[in-house]
């Protein structure tokens, strides 16, 4: 069975949703690669419908397969448009009420793109920054090497070994059970990293200290110090996609809310807290047993 046998079905499954009028992104001067019935489907057509489709096309598909893929679903997104036309579905009153929903949508995208773009300058998105920068309380990590093993017996052995002056990347190569800490080596962490035990022997520790025998859940550990430093703030380059994406966010919402802080709203029901239980979860937690 050939590629474009084995997936040609998916193109009528895999976007029926996307109602794509093809008129309206035919560009004149697009190369026309099908005609359904009179009605020519171009490359703009092809281009517009693989954006849509995005993430959904199958991972297998690449380079011209990809195109062929989306003019197959063209194909038949306009065969079944042309048949629901026929059927009158596009004068039936669900049909109209979607496309007044979906024209409602499209306007609120519109208007929000504006308010995003201007809300979306380069000196907004350094301020952001800055301001998180300066919130942000100091955190230290720490520089951490350790022995683990599965006994307490096993860790006195190994402090006592360590006391008498043995290498500790000779010892933690020699009987460390941790496969992902070469030599013990830890690197730089926080204490949310480890587990409670680990971190809370670490935060009292001097660097150069060595540890007695600390229990886990994964074993004993012998923990050696090596550093501590105040973690660096990322820099704006790595976090720019989150301080853009909330910039756009702030900006849109603060707009709504102004919209309708303006606007003479009533409401048939009162609004309800998502973050609040369930009116009918309440009935049965007091039915619940006690303990």
Sequence with gaps: MSLRKSIRPLALSAGLALLLPLASITASSAAVLATVNGTDITDADVAAALTEMGGSLPAQLQGKARDSYALDYLIDLQLVVEKAKADKLDQSPKFLEQMALLKQKALMEAELSTVAKAALTPDAVQKTYEEAKAKQKPVEEYHARHILVPTEAEANAV?????????????????SKDPGSPGGD???????KMVPEFSA?????????????IKSKFG?????????????FPSLDAVKPQVTNYVLQKAQTEFILGLRKAAKITRAVPAVDPAAPAADAAPAAAEAPKK
Aim: charged share 40%; aromatic share 8%.
């Design 159 to 175: 402090e006592a070994r360590l006391k008498k002056g043995d290498d500790f990347v000779k010892v933690a190569e020699e009987v």
């Design 201 to 213: 022997e670490v935060e009292k520790m001097k660097v150069g200290d060595i540890s007695p025998p």
């Design 220 to 232: 004993w550990h012998v923990i050696d110090l090596l550093g501590k430093r105040d973690k660096a």
């Design 186 to 192: 830890l690197g730089w962490f926080t204490p949310e």
